[in-house]
Nanobody
Framework: QVQLVESGGGSVQAGGSLRLSCVASPYTYGRMGWFRQAPGKEREGVAAINSADFTIYADSVRGRFTISQDNAKNTLYLQMNSLKPEDSAVYYC????????????????WGQGTQVTVSS
């Protein structure tokens, strides 16, 4: 059974950067993504990538966040730059979707999440 373990979250000031990692064991999937959920809000898609390294992004993060993967390490990354307070949320790694999507319900496998807090 595939496990997804996120790391890299933390607290930063606005304008700062963080890099999230998600290690998939024992193997990765062809389509993986990052999602986030703030208190009182629905889970939303942030970025997703497929095996051809084709990527999609939510409008709110395009140009600031970059999703990438290292298949040799079974690791998915999310580089987050120019962070804003509204980026504060629990960030989740997800896998096993039929297509490249930012819709949470399309993904079957989820990590436990890592907290990102951005202060103004």
């Amino acid at each position: 059974q595939v496990q997804l373990v996120e790391s890299g979250g933390g607290s930063v000031q606005a304008g700062g950067s963080l890099r999230l990692s998600c290690v998939a064991s024992p193997y990765t999937y062809g389509r993986m993504g990052w999602f986030r959920q703030a208190p009182g809000k629905e889970r939303e898609g942030v970025a997703a990538i497929n095996s051809a390294d084709f990527t999609i992004y939510a409008d709110s993060v395009r140009g600031r966040f970059t999703i990438s993967q290292d298949n040799a390490k079974n690791t998915l990354y999310l580089q987050m730059n120019s962070l804003k307070p509204e980026d504060s949320a629990v960030y989740y790694c997800a896998a096993d979707s039929q297509d490249l999507s930012l819709l949470p319900y399309r993904y079957k496998k989820w990590g436990q999440g890592t907290q990102v807090t951005v202060s103004s």
